[in-house]
DNA sequence: AAGCAATTTGACTATATTTGTCAAACGGAT
DNA sequence: ATCCGTTTGACAAATATAGTCAAATTGCTT
């Protein structure tokens, strides 16, 4: 799985190569097509229990998905920030703090 | 600025430091004290803007505060989340991704 | 080129979340 | 007991998100 893939081009991709069509696994999902059609484009995003299903649905790593789909979202929250390099680091120094201080549970 | 603070501890030290009640700062920014006091608490998420005029009312540094501010926005993605440390990464990983392709502009 | 299946688009609706107001309650100092 | 700053919670308005549906478009295949 690409990092450097969209989470759309990835569920695109393997959906593609597995022979199914929007309507198949739309209907998994218990969605519209239409909506299916504009998450693989990255018109719209997924819901975490959306991205679970298709990863059952797809054969992919639940795992791998999952922090593409993460990683993606996380990405949204900064992309027109000059800034985001520098919050997303002070983010993983909070993260590695909180982890530190949690340990004692 | 300590990262390890939040966000709001950070705007309601500053304030007390500087003799201002919500009150005056929340006229400043035209809200009721009440948002400007669940700010403070965490209780409610400032908006960009907020953040910025916070700095400017407050004298904390415009950049700093909208790193941590940034950063705990970016925390709140993942905060639930297992697999979120391997998810910051990736977002790292793509953010350099796309920077590297973007000097061609 | 026509026909057909799959996908895309866009208008629309419903629902959830966010952002705010307001008034009442709380807490500490005098 | 009153005053003043802060907190709380119920409520309303505005915005964002998720979805349906039908029509338009794309891409085969004949």
New binding site residues.
Partial sequence: MDINKTTGEIL?EK??EKGL???HV?AKL??????L??I??S?????KE?ILKLAEILDLNKDDLLIQYLSEKILYEIKDEELGSKALKAAERKIRYIKKNNSKD
Same sequence: chains 1, 2.
């Fill in positions: 695109r959906r593609e069509l929007l309507r739309s218990d969605i519209d097509t239409a909506i059609s504009k693989e484009r018109e719209r995003k997924a819901s959306q």
